[in-house]
């Protein structure tokens, strides 16, 4: 039988054997209920309740929100959960974080949260700490599920800093920001998955550089093998889809994209690093402001001053493969010569086929197909010269008006890709054939549409 005792004369704990249930009635500090706390116990807040703090955890302990709203959350030890809450407040200075992740925070959860930033100048929504060792180390938080959790609202921010290893990131929706990146990423072998980001909104007195994703070497920090898959990116202002540099830190590079749908995005993806990865990925109406392609994989030039280490230097994108990939109506609308990949001369160890090239119907410009040449075809970027892909047609969206993706029985995309084992599934989580078709979705005449409304935020449980 539970036993029941009184805890600062209005927190209830009931004693189990697997650690105590921890009431914290409206009202009441979060901070003194962990004062009394032991690894394993449950922290639960009243419904609804307002807990106007920044609660600093250093006990592996977890936290039922009930639909509850803290301002700050800092978790500094591993194996925290904190799910069915709502965080953020006003006044919060910039530089501020709502949810911090700290440093040998591994195991954590969060789920089934929403963090609201209030258009607060530099205020960081979800920020997992970089290690104190360079460029990775042990206590940079790791192993860590992020799930079901909304951030919107941010200005002049990143909405999410991921760091540490094999973190999972999933079913997020991150949203409505003013000259925001929505992710910076940091550690090795981190999944994003099943996410939309959306409505990036320009403010041009902010001056801050928007992309979706982003990662760099200045600091000295890592960032390698990470696998961004099945998420929707839309309607980002002047912004990018990636600005991915080094800083001539060799640990950078390695990352897989693929089965993502990227559309109304006004600028290109850049990137500098090597061994990228585009598979099966849809470009639909991005870089109509810049009007080039759409994937700009080329070279970095670095001086004392803005290397990690004062080395003079070039990074490059050797290794880029792009592979089964749609661009639909890209870059300059008018133009033959843009709006799918260019790849820089210099590089090496390219490999790009499989893709679908059009504008409204119309194919681009065609080039010299050198397929003994393991860099074929890209001795001149402004022509397409996939030697399997297809250049020009309509793509057979089931309704392209409604930016539905899926293919419909008559598409030239079908069982035109070819196979990868880098691919698990389509973007609906549907088993690919070994002939793949091109672009995120394999044809099925049964599949229902995956809405891009997700469904987030059951905070009774």
Same mark, same amino acid.
Not at 206 to 218: A, E, R, S, V
Not at 284 to 298: D, I, K, M, P, T
């Given at each position: 039988m539970n036993r029941i005792r009184i805890f600062f004369a209005a927190i209830i704990l009931s004693f189990s054997a697997i650690g105590a249930d921890i009431n914290v009635p409206n009202g009441q500090s979060i901070g003194d209920a962990l004062a009394g706390a032991v690894d394993g116990d449950r922290i639960i807040l009243e419904s609804q309740a307002l807990y106007d703090e920044r609660v600093r955890c250093i006990k592996s302990v977890e936290f039922v929100g009930n639909g509850a709203r803290v301002s700050q959350f800092s978790f500094e030890a591993p194996n925290i959960t904190l799910k069915n809450a709502k965080l953020g407040k006003n006044g919060l200075t910039p530089g501020s974080q709502v949810l911090t992740v700290g440093r040998g925070a591994h195991n954590s959860v969060i789920e089934n949260v929403q963090i609201d930033l209030g258009f607060q100048d530099v205020v960081f929504g979800i920020y997992f700490r970089t290690s104190q060792d360079k460029p990775f180390g042990d206590d940079a938080p790791s192993n860590c599920i992020v799930r079901n959790v909304e951030i919107k609202n941010g200005r002049a921010t990143t909405m999410l800093t991921i760091a540490g290893d094999n973190n999972v990131f999933r079913d997020l929706w991150i949203h409505d920001g003013q000259n925001i990146d929505f992710i910076r990423i940091f550690g090795r072998n981190n999944l994003i998955e099943n996410s939309l980001f959306e409505n990036q909104m320009y403010v041009a007195e902010l001056g801050n550089h928007p992309d979706f994703i982003q990662t760099f070497g200045d600091n000295s920090d890592?960032?390698? %093998? /990470?696998?961004?898959?099945?998420?929707?990116?839309?309607?980002?202002?002047?912004?990018?889809?990636? @600005?991915?540099?080094?800083?001539?830190?060799? @640990?950078?590079?390695?990352?897989?994209?693929?089965?993502?749908?990227?559309?109304?995005?006004?600028? @290109?993806?850049?990137?500098?690093?090597?061994?990228?990865?585009?598979?099966?990925?849809?470009?639909?109406?991005?870089?109509?402001?810049?009007?080039?392609?759409?994937?700009?994989?080329?070279?970095?030039?670095?001086?004392?001053?803005?290397?990690?280490?004062?080395?003079?230097?070039?990074?490059? $994108? /050797?290794? $880029?493969?792009?592979? *089964?990939?749609?661009?639909?109506?890209?870059?300059?609308?008018?133009? %033959?010569?843009?709006?799918?990949?260019?790849?820089?001369?210099?590089?090496?160890?390219?490999?790009? *086929?499989?893709?679908?090239?059009?504008?409204?119907?119309?194919?681009?410009? $065609?080039?010299?197909?050198?397929?003994? %040449?393991?860099?074929?075809?890209?001795?001149?970027?402004?022509?397409?010269? %996939?030697?399997?892909?297809? *250049?020009?047609?309509?793509?057979?969206?089931?309704?392209?008006?409604?930016?539905?993706?899926?293919?419909?029985?008559?598409?030239?995309?079908?069982?035109?890709?070819?196979?990868?084992?880098?691919?698990?599934?389509? /973007?609906?989580?549907?088993?690919?054939?070994?002939?793949?078709?091109?672009?995120p979705y394999e044809f099925s005449a049964s599949l229902l549409n995956k809405p891009f409304n997700l469904q987030l935020l059951r905070y009774n449980q």
């Amino acid at each position: 039988m539970n036993r029941i005792r009184i805890f600062f004369a209005a927190i209830i704990l009931s004693f189990s054997a697997i650690g105590a249930d921890i009431n914290v009635p409206n009202g009441q500090s979060i901070g003194d209920a962990l004062a009394g706390a032991v690894d394993g116990d449950r922290i639960i807040l009243e419904s609804q309740a307002l807990y106007d703090e920044r609660v600093r955890c250093i006990k592996s302990v977890e936290f039922v929100g009930n639909g509850a709203r803290v301002s700050q959350f800092s978790f500094e030890a591993p194996n925290i959960t904190l799910k069915n809450a709502k965080l953020g407040k006003n006044g919060l200075t910039p530089g501020s974080q709502v949810l911090t992740v700290g440093r040998g925070a591994h195991n954590s959860v969060i789920e089934n949260v929403q963090i609201d930033l209030g258009f607060q100048d530099v205020v960081f929504g979800i920020y997992f700490r970089t290690s104190q060792d360079k460029p990775f180390g042990d206590d940079a938080p790791s192993n860590c599920i992020v799930r079901n959790v909304e951030i919107k609202n941010g200005r002049a921010t990143t909405m999410l800093t991921i760091a540490g290893d094999n973190n999972v990131f999933r079913d997020l929706w991150i949203h409505d920001g003013q000259n925001i990146d929505f992710i910076r990423i940091f550690g090795r072998n981190n999944l994003i998955e099943n996410s939309l980001f959306e409505n990036q909104m320009y403010v041009a007195e902010l001056g801050n550089h928007p992309d979706f994703i982003q990662t760099f070497g200045d600091n000295s920090d890592g960032s390698l %093998d /990470h696998i961004i898959r099945n998420n929707v990116i839309r309607h980002i202002r002047q912004g990018q889809i990636c @600005q991915l540099t080094n800083a001539l830190l060799p @640990q950078i590079g390695g990352f897989v994209f693929y089965n993502n749908i990227f559309y109304d995005i006004d600028l @290109q993806a850049s990137c500098s690093i090597p061994n990228v990865k585009w598979f099966n990925n849809l470009f639909s109406n991005c870089n109509l402001v810049n009007q080039g392609h759409v994937l700009a994989l080329g070279s970095r030039d670095y001086t004392e001053a803005t290397s990690y280490d004062g080395t003079i230097g070039t990074s490059y $994108a /050797h290794g $880029a493969q792009v592979v *089964n990939n749609i661009f639909w109506n890209n870059g300059n609308l008018d133009s %033959d010569n843009a709006g799918w990949y260019g790849m820089e001369a210099g590089l090496n160890n390219l490999f790009a *086929n499989n893709n679908f090239v059009s504008k409204n119907g119309n194919p681009v410009r $065609a080039g010299t197909v050198h397929v003994n %040449d393991p860099n074929y075809g890209f001795n001149d970027t402004f022509r397409f010269s %996939d030697p399997n892909g297809i *250049n020009g047609g309509f793509p057979g969206f089931r309704d392209l008006g409604g930016h539905d993706f899926h293919l419909t029985p008559t598409s030239i995309l079908i069982d035109r890709g070819i196979f990868s084992a880098i691919v698990e599934g389509d /973007h609906d989580g549907k088993a690919r054939m070994n002939q793949f078709d091109i672009g995120p979705y394999e044809f099925s005449a049964s599949l229902l549409n995956k809405p891009f409304n997700l469904q987030l935020l059951r905070y009774n449980q």
